[in-house]
T-cell receptor, first 111, second 114 residues
Framework: RKEVEQDPGPFNVPEGATVAFNCTYSNSASQSFFWYRQDCRKEPKLLMSVYSSGNEDGRFTAQLNRASQYISLLIRDSKLSDSATYLCVVNRVEYGNKLVFGAGTILRVKS | DTAVSQTPKYLVTQMGNDKSIKCEQNLGHDTMYWYKQDSKKFLKIMFSYNNKELIINETVPNRFSPKSPDKAHLNLHINSLELGDSAVYFC?????????????FGPGTRLLVL
């Protein structure tokens, strides 16, 4: 079983839709959590950190449930430019900040 | 003013050759990493260095050898290249912050072994 599991998608949604991605992680020692975004043939870039209290950045909301070892990302009012692969990431700080990536969820926003 | 740069961007070579990929960061970060992204797009860490000291060394064939001449540079040398080494190799750097480490990735080096 992979340490970080995501639904690979693709999620095909119309502009303006709300879409949610889920992620589970297997190691309860994981200490911090992130969503990264990767555009086609580009490098991954940090989208946002994920906190237990939940956090929002514009149209993006991230949630963490440590008891269930579950992370989510909600995107409201989807734009064409949101089309990308969204990577769920956990940080194993005890290994010197070792980021463990999920395989990614593909989002395609269509007009 | 590129933050994390890698050279070359593309590398096409024959099986059995030895090649190097270079990485430089101008962010003043202490920690640098090498990742491999295979054809299934799965991104996996290979190595990390903190201030020239090896911190993470995942299960990687010893044909792969990282070298950090200073904290702004982390190069990757690959001996006796194999077909399965074809992938995109990303360098990254980080600073510690409250939530762990925010990592900044280079543009990637696309390696194709024929």
């Amino acid at each position: 079983r992979k340490e970080v599991e995501q639904d690979p998608g693709p999620f095909n949604v119309p502009e303006g839709a709300t879409v949610a991605f889920n992620c589970t992680y297997s190691n309860s020692a994981s200490q911090s959590f992130f969503w990264y975004r990767q555009d086609c043939r580009k490098e991954p870039k940090l989208l946002m950190s994920v906190y237990s209290s939940g956090n929002e950045d514009g149209r993006f909301t991230a949630q963490l449930n440590r008891a269930s070892q579950y992370i989510s990302l909600l995107i409201r009012d989807s734009k064409l430019s949101d089309s990308a692969t969204y990577l769920c990431v956990v940080n194993r700080v005890e290994y010197g900040n070792k980021l463990v990536f999920g395989a990614g969820t593909i989002l395609r926003v269509k007009s | 003013d590129t933050a994390v740069s890698q050279t070359p961007k593309y590398l096409v070579t024959q099986m059995g050759n030895d090649k190097s990929i270079k990485c430089e960061q101008n962010l003043g970060h202490d920690t640098m990493y090498w990742y491999k992204q295979d054809s299934k797009k799965f991104l996996k860490i290979m190595f990390s260095y903190n201030n020239k000291e090896l911190i993470i060394n995942e299960t990687v064939p010893n044909r792969f050898s990282p070298k950090s001449p200073d904290k702004a540079h982390l190069n990757l040398h690959i001996n006796s290249l194999e077909l399965g080494d074809s992938a995109v190799y990303f360098c990254a750097s980080s600073r510690p912050d409250a939530g762990g480490a925010t990592q900044y990735f280079g543009p990637g080096t696309r390696l194709l072994v024929l």
